[in-house]
Every structure is written in C-alpha cells, then in structure tokens.
C-alpha cells in the first residue's frame, strides 16, 4: 500500500452474517489490508459464515470470539469504545472505522459515486488529524429485487473518528464525539447499505432478532413500540408490520442511484424514467450549488431531488 494512502483500522461484530460479510471482508481487505480488519464475531453458527471467519483470521484478520449474547450486540459500543482506545495506545494508524457488516463504504466525487479505493482514499487522505467526529450524512440502502440499486435514506448518518481523538461512541455507531469537540464535519463518503435482503430471510433474522425483547407475535404491541427510543432495534419493527409487497415496493416514490461494483456510470432512475448521471449539467443548471462543498451529487441525492431541481440538459 503506497504510503501516502490512509492508514484505516476496521471494526465489526456480526452473527451469521455470511454473504454480506464475504462482500465486507473483500471491500475492506482491498482497502486497508486483512491485517487491519477487526470481527467480532456474536456467536455464529452458520458453516459459511464459519469458514469465512476462519479463511479470515488465517490471512491476517483479527477475530474476536466469546462475545455472544444479545446483549453484547446491543451494547457494542462500549466493546467498540475499548477496543478503538486500545488503539490509540498501541498503533500507529490514521483512522478507527466502526462499520456494520452490511455497509460498503464508497466515495462521493466529482462525477458520481466510487467504491473503487483510489476515490476513498483520496477522500480519507484530506481528513487526517481531522478533530472532529467525521460524518457520513446519508446512508444509501439497497433497493429490494434490483441488484447494486440503492435509495438514500436521508436521516440515517454514520460516523467514523481519526485515530487518538475517541472520547464515546454509541451503538449504532452514528454519533461518535471526540475528547476534542461534540462536533462533527460532514464528508464524501457514505454507506451503501444491504439491509434489505430477501423477504423471507429477513423476516426470520428480524424476528430472532426481537424476541427475547416484545412478542413479536403481538401486532399491538409491536405498533406501539414502533417508534420507541427506549427499545434496541425498534427500527425494525417496521419490517415485521410490512407485507411482502409493501417491502418490494418501499422506494417505488423515490430516487434510485445505479452504483456498479466495477467502475462505471451511475444512472438515477424514478417512476420508470431513467437518467444518466451528469455532474456538470446539473451544476450548470443549479448554480448555486457550485459551492456546495459534498458534491453535485450527494446535493441531489440530500436535497435536491426533494426540492425539485432539474438535473439539466
């Protein structure tokens, strides 16, 4: 890895999680190195998942076994918190990424969205020392039944911190602070998120997830927790009220992005009417997002597709 690139050290606990954690450890190996990846693992029992863990940990990945109940996943924070802190005690790294198994980190750029390491790495490489908590301000999920289509989901920020600044961070891992500030500075970067998977699959995973925490057979009770802060993983009770058409269709109203897993174009696509990313254009036609320091795209995807601007000529 040439020198100059940012030196990022990845953290994860997942369960079972084995497809999604193939494409992780392939996504993150090729940009930090297997040596720089940190699983730790809830208590797996699936032999795919398994293998991957053990193929993993014998190319240089660290894998952190005995960490398996519920409540460890609910509480990963202060796990990540220490681990993160140790660190900063022993290494000499530039930035601590806590990153769940179904998020793919890309780059925003000038023309489009980039998995490709050289556009990350340009992005990390601006930000080292950074003492502010760094910001992914959108999260991009996974459309269900179209392959590499995602939807921004505009709320749902993460964040990540340069190395030796972590004071706290919190289980979902969005809201990180620093012992230097509370603040943040937004970035190009952002998720693309599998969260949605097959109906079935997910509906069973959603379910082992929440039983030991309502009755997940009760739908009262299951509306009234909907949208309660006080339950880990109430967002997705949503999942369990939703019919399978409902949950093919939940971005039917909204901007969809093409994102390749090779390089390639980005195409935007609603209501059946499909457009090929134009950075310059848009730009030409909204001047006055010229400055908008996070891009042309991520202004659309954030804001401009709900303002109604005019991806131009």
């Known amino acids: 890895m040439a020198a100059l690139m940012a030196h990022g050290k990845v953290l994860m606990m997942q369960k079972d999680e084995g497809e999604n954690l193939s494409r992780w450890l392939s996504h993150y190996s090729n940009l930090f190195g297997m040596n720089n990846l940190t699983i730790m693992d809830n208590g797996s029992s699936d032999e795919f998942t398994l293998d991957l863990l053990r193929s993993?940990?014998?190319?240089?990945?660290?894998?952190?076994?005995?960490?398996?109940?519920?409540?460890?996943?609910?509480n990963k924070g202060g796990h990540f918190n220490n681990i993160i802190k140790s660190w900063d005690a022993e290494c000499d790294y530039d930035f601590a990424l806590p990153v769940d198994c179904d998020e793919i980190i890309a780059a925003f750029t000038d023309t489009g969205i980039s998995r490709g390491s050289q556009d990350i790495h340009s992005v990390l490489d601006t930000l080292k020392n950074e003492q502010r908590a760094l910001r992914l301000d959108m999260s991009l999920f996974n459309v269900p039944g179209r392959p590499e289509w995602f939807a921004p989901v505009r709320h749902f920020h993460k964040g990540f911190v340069a190395a030796k600044s972590l004071e706290g961070i919190d289980n979902g891992q969005h809201e990180p602070w620093t012992k230097f500030t509370r603040d943040y500075l937004g970035v190009r970067l952002t998720y693309?998120?599998?969260?949605?998977?097959?109906?079935?699959?997910?509906?069973?995973?959603?379910?082992?997830?929440?039983?030991?925490?309502?009755?997940?057979?009760?739908?009262?009770?299951?509306?009234?927790?909907?949208?309660?802060?006080?339950?880990?993983?109430?967002?997705?009770?949503?999942?369990l009220l939703s019919t399978e058409e409902e949950y093919k269709r939940k971005y039917d109203g909204e901007i969809q992005i093409f994102v390749p897993t090779f390089s390639g174009s980005n195409f935007l696509t609603f209501k059946n009417n499909t457009f090929l990313w134009n950075a310059a254009a848009y730009l030409a036609a909204n001047p006055d997002v010229v400055g908008y320091e996070l891009c042309g795209l991520h202004h659309y995807l954030r804001h401009g597709y709900q303002e109604g601007r005019h991806l131009g000529k």
């Open 56 to 74: 993993a940990e014998g190319g240089g990945c660290k894998i952190i076994r005995g960490y398996d109940t519920q409540h460890d996943f609910q």
């Open 192 to 239: 693309l998120h599998y969260h949605n998977r097959p109906y079935t699959e997910l509906i069973e995973r959603t379910r082992s997830k929440l039983s030991d925490l309502m009755d997940i057979d009760n739908r009262e009770e299951l509306q009234r927790n909907l949208h309660s802060p006080k339950i880990p993983g109430s967002h997705l009770i949503e999942i």
